[in-house]
């Protein structure tokens, strides 16, 4: 990371504008940024840029988002992401670029497969109960989630809903802390767990400002935060700002089976480029 072409800068400032775009809009679509800075800088430094880069898009997330989140779940994934950044910490001491590369993007295409059978049984359980009268309680879920913004589905409450909050949980803590990948991991299980738009975006905007500054101790301690990528930081956050402005204005405008499925496409697409990349 001593010399950094222009346009190799221009692609990291394109990879910053977009992730305050998907802080604010499809967070999804912050894999294409990871895979960006995984292309132009060596895997393991690249995490170490990209923190600082992510935390200051979740400040400008929970500014616009706050009041959508929904705490309940959040306080219980918090334990089960806890093992998972320690987890992959243990990883880091020992993986080379192509190992983290692989092992993230293995990891996201196969989430991926998991979220969209879980969803699918979801949408017949669903169809099931309205056949059989229960659909006033749905009705009512429905009106609940319109009204707050932060609806939950009908997964996280059962017994089901709890072993995915931790296994989504332990995956996104590791995939975060290895590569700075959670949030497709935790985008799969909110949409799993049946959030809406709004609720998604307040929610995970309040999960990863919380996570992301959590690990920096352990980024500093690796040696992938460091003064020489915190002046290449003190270059890109500017970046930020317009795309964060850029997904706010948008996110209004996109209808919410649109918005599913950009942020499983996203997630498919980021995972396969750092399998090939």
């Known amino acids: 990371m001593d010399t950094i072409s222009l346009w190799q800068l221009a692609a990291l400032a394109a990879a910053s504008t977009l992730v305050g775009f998907s802080k604010t809009a499809v967070s999804g679509a912050n894999t294409i940024s990871l895979a960006v800075f995984a292309a132009v800088l060596p895997a393991r430094e690249s995490t170490g840029v990209l923190l600082p880069i992510l935390i200051v898009g979740d400040l400008l997330a929970v500014l616009v988002y706050r009041r959508h989140a929904h705490w309940p779940t959040l306080l219980r994934l918090f334990p089960a992401v806890a093992v998972g950044v320690v987890a ?16 993230i993007g293995a990891i996201l295409l196969v989430m991926t497969g998991v979220t969209l059978w879980r969803r699918r049984i979801v949408e017949k359980t669903t169809e099931s109960g309205s056949d059989t009268g229960s659909g006033s309680d749905a009705g009512s879920d429905a009106g609940s989630e319109a009204g707050t913004g932060t609806g939950t589905g009908r997964e996280t409450g059962t017994g089901t809903g709890r072993t995915a909050a931790r296994g989504y949980g332990v995956l996104g803590g590791f995939t975060t802390m290895v590569a700075n990948a959670g949030g497709p991991v935790m985008s799969l299980y909110l949409l799993s767990a049946g959030f809406r738009k709004f609720g998604f975006l307040g929610t995970s905007a309040w999960f990863f400002l919380i996570v992301n500054v959590s690990k920096v101790p352990f980024s500093v301690g690796l040696g992938l935060i460091d003064a020489r990528s915190l002046v290449l930081d003190a270059c890109l956050l500017l970046f930020v700002l317009p795309g964060a402005y850029l997904g ?15 942020v499983i496409g996203a997630t498919v697409v980021g995972g396969v480029q750092l399998l090939l990349i």
């Not at 992959?88 to 092992?103: I, K, P």
């Not at 706010?248 to 950009?262: G, L, P, W």
């Open 88 to 103: 992959g910490t243990l990883f880091m001491l020992w993986a080379d670029d192509a190992a983290v590369r692989t092992s």
């Open 248 to 262: 706010r204005a948008c996110v209004d405008r996109i209808n919410q089976k649109v918005f599913d499925r950009i």
